[in-house]
């Protein structure tokens, strides 16, 4: 059984991509296969022309792993001085990059601890500290918010919007659907080693399709129940199904019979139903 098989998309300058999967389903192998560190049986992986080995060894890649093995007896700040060596940058800028790299993902009050002191989520912020070090047209997330805090996952689209630039593609593999739909151009949704679909994410968002909706009401349900399509209650919520235009004529008739909205929010998001349909399928 082959790991992934008939696999095509692109990454191109100025995109931020995101290949989102259930376990299994081919996602560390794909990324394996971009940086070189597998070879493909049959069709061919490209960067800017050239086999992926070939193009880092010409330019380098910003990678963070989905697990970084360094040895705990290092100091932070030592660690990212030897991954910087590692990356090729010269020893002049070295202590300059760290010091960017460590102000850019919060961790200056560490920078003296091992790294056997540190919490799950710091070494996760030292891994995409490394990922920062140089600036590199090609930048490869895996699962770059496992093990944050929501403070430091908001933090991390900060961060990836930061590093949108017209020359520079970035691909983000997460498990986090509601991150990859914040900060992704386009998903790719894979499953059983193949492309089960391609999400386009603004677009889809912005499609008008029928969804599933939930409101919230501190009055009125019943008249909600009447005037939207596909409605049942559960306590206090109303769940229906419906395009924007029927969602906004049936809550303002509801309204006009004195119905009061809370909140209205999609049961589910664009990506999360795209990914529920594809991997089910």
Known sequence: MRAVEEVSFTVGPGEVVGIAGPNGAGKSTLIALLLG???????????????????????????LPELMTIPLEWHLEEALTRLA???????????????????A??????RGKRLKALSKGNLQRLG??????????????DEPTHGLDPVWTARFREIVGGLRAPDRAVLVASHNLDELERIADRVVIVDRGRVQRIVEVRAA???GAVRAWRIQAAAGHEALLAH??????????????ADVAALNRGLAAAIAEGALVTAVVPA?????EAFRTAVSG
């Open 105 to 110: 993902t919060g961790i200056a009050e560490h």
């Open 268 to 272: 589910e998001s664009v990506l999360e």
């Open 37 to 63: 560190l597998l070879g493909p049986d049959a069709g061919e992986v490209t960067v800017d022309g050239l086999a992926p080995r070939a193009f880092i060894e010409r330019e380098g890649v910003a990678y």
């Open 85 to 103: 060596t590692l990356q090729g940058i010269p020893a002049g800028a070295r202590a300059a990059a760290c010091a960017q790299a460590i102000e």
């Open 205 to 207: 968002q912005a499609d």
């Open 128 to 141: 995409l500290a490394q990922a920062l070090l140089s600036p590199r047209r090609v930048v490869v997330f």
């Open 228 to 241: 939207l399509p596909e409605a049942a209650r559960r306590g206090a919520l109303v769940d229906c199904r």
